[in-house]
């Protein structure tokens, strides 16, 4: 793809097209890059797409801002050429290793506008999930939810690549015996600490030892132990089945563990320093 660096004129960027990676901007983030701007940094250039009639603006609505808020008519741009259609694709790529961390609302723009893009059709989940930067158990459950409510087409075709071969494969009946078996299964979670706690969850998955990986009403893929689970209709922990029993009740640190392993990227550090000296624990990363 051929690629510009340009300045160009703020009012010839069009930011209509739905080309906005995020669900809304940050008015902070952007007074503290006015703020740089007038201690003379530099904004990187914004990222937009040329149809050979309108720059889509792409990558960049903070910096975009932040020039409209300093009263500077101009803007540094890569420019790229493509559709609107391209500009949208690319705009559910970006933000993902910004010093602004996308939030969960962010990443649901990505998912659905991912997903209703005309470019998934021939895409599997694996792909559009390393496209967005999310988990590919979330593009699977967003899919299924967005096929259930008629949002996107049921499709049962994949583009799949493996040893530098691309074929269509036909996807019907992939996981269909496991969703079977849990797609009536449903628990509250009962642990105040978790988040979600209260809410509805559906199993997905049973991992090893008592680990269930759950979907939240809001389609977020969560795990959460069995001890931590009670029927939809009261707080009782659920009947534990032959396959699933708990051996033991884990102890207090163990617990700890599973809970830190479970944080986000960026709190992970500070998190393991506090367990380790807390618990003296040496490897939790290697917890289950």
């Not at 809410?199 to 009403?217: F, M, N, P, S």
């Amino acid at each position: 793809m051929e690629v510009h660096l340009v300045e160009i004129d703020r009012k010839l960027l069009r930011r209509d097209g739905g080309t906005q990676p995020r669900e809304k901007l940050d008015p902070e983030h952007i007074e503290d890059l006015v703020r740089d701007w007038k201690k003379g940094a530099r904004f990187e250039p914004a990222l937009v797409y040329y149809d050979g009639e309108s720059y889509w603006l792409t990558d960049g609505y903070h910096r975009d801002a932040a020039l409209l808020e300093l009263g500077e008519s101009k803007i540094l741009v890569e420019i790229c050429s493509g559709t609107l259609e391209d500009a949208k694709w690319h705009s559910y790529s970006v933000n993902q290793h910004k010093a602004l961390k996308r939030s969960n609302a962010d990443k649901q723009r990505a998912i659905i506008g991912a997903l209703k893009h005309p470019y998934a059709v021939s895409k599997s989940n694996v792909q559009i999930a390393e496209h967005c930067g999310v988990d590919e158990g979330t593009i699977r459950a967003w899919r299924k939810k967005l096929e259930d409510n008629g949002e996107i087409e049921l499709c049962h075709a994949r583009m799949v690549t493996r040893n530098g071969k691309t074929y269509s494969q036909n996807t019907t009946n992939i996981g269909s015996s496991r969703h079977n078996q849990h797609q009536q299964q449903k628990f509250k979670v009962n642990c105040p600490e978790l988040p979600y706690h209260g809410e509805i969850v559906e199993v997905l998955e049973v991992k090893t030892g008592d680990c269930y990986q759950c979907r939240t009403a809001s389609g977020d893929i969560y795990p959460f132990f069995k001890s931590e689970l009670g029927d939809v209709n009261s707080s009782a922990t659920p009947t534990p089945t032959p396959s699933l029993t708990i051996a033991k009740q884990p102890s207090a640190r163990e617990k700890l563990v599973a809970l830190v392993v479970r944080l986000p990227e960026e709190c992970l550090e500070d998190a393991i320093a506090l367990l380790k000296e807390r618990f003296d624990v040496e490897t939790v990363g290697n917890q289950p």
